[in-house]
């Protein structure tokens, strides 16, 4: 059985520099009708499950660590008895929503599980993810391509109509557009980019728009 991509829609709120904002949440789940991988914890672990069902969770992904993306991955890590995968350069970020092992107020010690490293395979169902370190919206955001299936899982790197934003703390806008040309656009033209937030869109209609 071959692998595919299921998708929902979370809505909740995003909090980073003392502001809070409504927002909906893509969410991503590969795999088979076996086992499969979550893309980011966003919101709602009941939300998640209604995409996930009765298939084994083999990892919880994260592809950075704004508290969008990471708010619910402690709880669906105890749902599920999957690890919780991110890249280290995100922890001051992880740390503003969940706190570090030595936080008096982390009594439960929510650290992820496994650290992320460009280049890194992640297998599920038959179908390799590879793991593409893409800094800029925050320091440890990565993006994960499937080549099999012909499409890339970005984040908030890139959406349908350019960059994430880089206007808050630990982003930098030089560093996302550098990520995005070197990682993202090597990438072939005709791949699906399934965003964090918000529609589809191709390698090659961002590359028109990025140049």
Known sequence: MTARVDHAVSSGTF????????????IWVVGDDTECIVID?????????AVVGDR???????????DDHVRVA???RERTVAPIMLHPDDRPVWELTHGGADDPDNTDGQLWDVDLADGMSIEV??????????????????????PELGCVFTGDTLFSGGPGATGRSFSDRPTIEASIRAKLFALPPETV????????????????LLG
């Open 74 to 76: 402690p709880a669906l």
């Open 193 to 208: 980019v399934h965003t964090g937030h918000g529609d589809d869109t191709t390698i090659a209609a961002e590359q028109a």
């Open 41 to 49: 914890a966003p919101h709602s672990v009941d939300d998640i499950m």
């Open 125 to 146: 169902a038959g179908t390799t993810l590879q793991v593409l370190h893409t800094p800029g919206h925050a320091p440890g955001a990565v993006c994960l391509y499937a």
């Open 15 to 26: 909090s980073l520099d003392g502001e809070t904002f409504e927002v909906d949440n893509n």
């Open 56 to 66: 084994k969770v083999k990892a919880i992904v994260c592809t950075h660590a704004h």
